[in-house]
């Protein structure tokens, strides 16, 4: 291995470091509360260090989001290359992994949510935001190919597979964030599953071709 390759990986996983250390922070402090400091407290370097990788507190966030939408991704791509089930399988395989997923990390796919709208898009430098862009354009393309697969093969209604696919993250997002917000006044509870299982079921019927 040379020496920049060295310097790359060497890099890599300082940024890895740094980011788990976060995750930990905003876990338990909140993104309001935490601080960058803290953040490098956690991680074992020093606060400037912090600020080589990352340009503020909202980007380390984002980037957070953007690894775990990558991953959402990955899953979905498992999904479309099944080729012993049909779309209407793989769309109730996607919606267990959109559940699997929150269960998993709920904090930080809620901010990748709200990252849909809001100041934060404003703090992020050119390069993050590209990758953001990036990233949601391939994660939607996964789902737009699952739903395409089934308007081909006479499966779901042909209507415009974006905007069918928009529809799905749009319920996704919508119903992570709103049963996220009730938790609020009754944080023993959680009806995300209850919901989302619900949503896609009232979708899938509205996606399929009537006999």
Do not use: C
């Not at 699997?100 to 709200?114: C, K």
């Not at 391939?138 to 308007?151: H, M």
């Not at 919901?195 to 996606?207: D, H, Q, R």
């Amino acid at each position: 291995m040379g020496i920049h390759e060295r310097k790359q990986r060497e890099k890599e996983m300082r940024r890895k470091q740094i980011m788990e250390a976060a995750k930990k922070v905003f876990s338990a402090k909140g993104f309001n509360r935490a601080t960058m400091e803290e953040i490098a407290g956690e991680a074992e370097l020093s606060p400037g260090t912090i600020y080589l990788y990352f340009k503020n507190k909202e980007e380390l966030h984002t980037s957070l989001s953007i690894d775990l939408l990558g991953y959402i991704t990955s899953l979905m791509k498992k999904i479309i290359n099944i080729k012993s089930i049909d779309a209407e399988e793989k769309m109730k395989k996607l919606k267990e992994t959109f559940i699997d997923v929150y269960e998993y990390d709920s904090m930080v796919l809620i901010n990748l949510f709200h990252l849909q709208s809001g100041e934060t898009l404003q703090n992020l430098s050119e390069e993050v935001l590209e990758r953001l862009k990036e990233t949601s354009a391939n994660a939607v393309s996964a789902i737009t190919s699952i739903v395409k697969e089934g308007i081909d093969n006479g499966i779901f209604v042909e209507k415009h597979p974006v905007a069918l696919a928009d529809i799905i993250w749009a319920t996704y997002s919508g119903v992570v964030l709103w049963v996220d917000s009730k938790r609020l006044l009754n944080n023993e509870k959680d009806f995300v599953r209850q919901t989302l299982e619900t949503a896609f079921e009232i979708m899938l019927n509205g996606f399929k071709v009537k006999e």
